[in-house]
């Protein structure tokens, strides 16, 4: 089958015969219209129709053959300026305050061209991210609610532990408190018992080997260490 710059002859001319008889229609509705008779994606009929314009705009013989002699003009992007932008966010958020989502709103805005009201959607939210202030601005105009993000942040109360958990912990650290005291008596009192055993011990020791005893001193002095080990 012949091809035309990569494309079914047979869908060029289908495709010029569609847009010739869509004057008035948007694009974009030409395009979903062609998919939908075609089997064909969205996608690749406005590849085709781009590929239409440029191939208009440098090859006379196919011009004139295909598209009746009137080459496919596409129209450049207009950018957005400043006040285009407060057009779009004005126009936006009236309808949103009417009930409209973003996505409804710029559907409308751009009177049901889905190619444009992607383009309005993109903007918006390019526009919501880069300058919240134009937002919050026209919200005032409008007198309507400034959203969430736009607000200034509330001061965060310090975080304050519940009652209960401070008791609990008082008398976790009380009964803690006890263990541990209970615990240095109980050693106090050994050390006290232990160090009087060993003064007395010492005296008794000291007068054996004062009184020449020193086997008998050795031997006693096992005696009783065993004993107050034991």
Do not use: H, W
Not at 89 to 94: A, D, I, R, S
Not at 193 to 220: I, P
């Amino acid at each position: 089958m012949k091809k035309l710059y990569g494309y079914k002859e047979k869908d060029v001319v289908k495709l010029a015969k569609t847009l010739s008889e869509s004057k008035n229609e948007p694009l974009c509705k030409t395009f979903e219209r062609f998919a939908a008779e075609t089997g064909k994606a969205r996608g690749t009929v406005r590849n085709l129709y781009y590929a239409l314009a440029k191939t208009s705009a440098s090859d006379e013989e196919f011009t004139a053959k295909y598209l009746g002699g009137k080459k496919i003009a596409v129209s450049k992007i207009k950018e957005f300026d400043e006040q285009s932008e407060k057009d779009l966010v004005f126009g936006v958020l009236e309808l949103k305050n009417k009930g409209y989502s973003v996505r409804g709103a710029v559907y409308k805005l751009a009177a049901g061209d889905a190619k444009l009201a992607l383009r309005y959607q993109n903007k918006y939210r390019n526009i919501a991210k880069r300058n919240p202030q134009m937002i919050e601005n026209a919200l005032i105009s409008i007198g309507g609610d400034i959203p969430i993000n736009n607000k200034k942040p509330t001061e965060k109360k310090p975080f304050a532990v519940p009652d209960y958990l401070i008791a609990r912990l008082k008398k976790d650290i009380d009964g803690l408190i006890v263990k541990i005291s209970a615990k240095i008596r109980e050693e106090n009192e050994y050390l006290k018992k232990r160090a009087a055993f060993l003064e007395t011990e010492n005296l008794r020791l000291s007068n054996m080997l004062f009184s020449g005893e020193k086997r008998g001193a050795a031997d006693y002095f096992i005696k009783t260490e065993k004993k107050f080990v034991n």
